[in-house]
């Protein structure tokens, strides 16, 4: 194909839903292999603490798989025979092994102090003894976390309040010379690479950073189907400059074809395999940390979807509440809802549930409700339980 492709929004937005998997039938039961062939599709899973329904690194598996084994997850991410490691992908991130070296000229310009990496510069130069001694302790004792080392320092200053031998192992993961090993809880346990990856993960070459940027542009296009340089570049937070050559290369190879959408006001890029379905079936809740939607800018542009994360937003101040997942509904979010899950109380709660304008809530309310109920079943909780706050309360809990 050629020339400047014209694609409607709506199928704009077919196709964004298509490359997220979003629109296949889930798995009946799920296995580490499901897992695994999310996470090779989106690339990257974003890991966050947030912990308000479930863990936000876990939900984007949730989303395509139903009510899968978190085990599956952890093992692949965490386990003795695992396919994925951990490292600065979108924000901090699970990735499959396969981009391991395409990920080494983030861990060189780290070491140099460069790039997002600019707060490290000069630092290696004033702390080589001590990181020097960090690596030697962590080879002696195994497995560590920040707290465990002899010299662990006091909480401190501009790093996040970390202490000195938090920052020390934060720096030598960012550089490449440790890697999470393990966690406890949240807390990341570093080791050295060689105790941890495969040899043929090591091994494998290092390729020039150019075409590591463009293999990452290639898979950051996969994965959202259409997209613009900018979409492109934030995905895996490249270089701009550097994504654009990127983009302008993946044409030339006929890997990315140039096209327009309404509305867009910058050029956009068809991958060459993206599907572009007629209609698309999805249901599901998203987090905020999913891909789909953690470029605000982005999912405001294919959906029309004004969306914000409202967790640090003072409660006077929120529109729709403190933790709100959108409900994607057809090639449409139909709706939002403020879940929250009470543990203690065994109940996933609904503080708040908002009709999106052009929905019709006799068709939302029982297909939510339905999420809902799968979602409430997979974190272990007893009901579902709706607060009448939002428009869409009463018909839902109608469902419920």
Known sequence: MSGNLKISAAMARRIAIAAQGLDRPRPARPTRAHVEKVIARLGVVQIDAVNVVARAHYMPLFSRLGAYDV??????????KR?????WGHEASILPYDAHALFRWRMEEAVRGEGRSARWV????RERA???????????????GASELTNAGDRKGPWWGW?????????????????????????????????????????APTP????????LAA??????????????????????????????????????????VPEWRHGAYLHANARAPRAVAAAALMSPFDPLVWNRARVERIFGFDYRIEIYVPQEKRVFGYYVLPFLMGDRFAARVDLKADRAAGALIVQAAHLEPDADAQEVAPALAGELETLRGW??????????????????????
């Open 71 to 80: 085990g599956a997850l952890e093992a692949a991410w965490l386990g003795r």
């Open 83 to 87: 396919s994925c490691f951990e490292y």
């Open 122 to 125: 000069n630092y290696a130069d």
């Open 130 to 144: 001590y990181l020097d001694d960090v690596i030697a302790e962590v080879r002696d004792r195994g497995p560590l």
């Open 163 to 203: 202490s000195d031998g938090k920052v020390a192992m934060e720096y030598l993961f960012k550089t490449g010379a440790l890697t999470t090993a393990s966690r406890r809880g949240f807390e990341r346990l570093y080791d050295v690479p060689e105790r941890v990856h495969p040899d043929h993960v090591l091994g």
């Open 208 to 215: 020039a950073p150019e075409d590591a940027i463009r293999a």
């Open 219 to 260: 898979r950051a296009l996969a994965a959202m189907g259409v997209a613009t340089v900018a979409d492109i570049a934030d995905y895996f937070r490249l270089p701009p400059a550097a994504a654009k050559q990127a983009v302008a290369e993946l044409v030339e190879a006929g890997e990315a074809l140039p096209a327009s």
């Open 379 to 400: 974190l272990g909780l007893e009901r579902v339980k709706v607060v009448r706050k939002g428009g869409l309360a009463h018909p839902l809990a109608q469902h419920l």
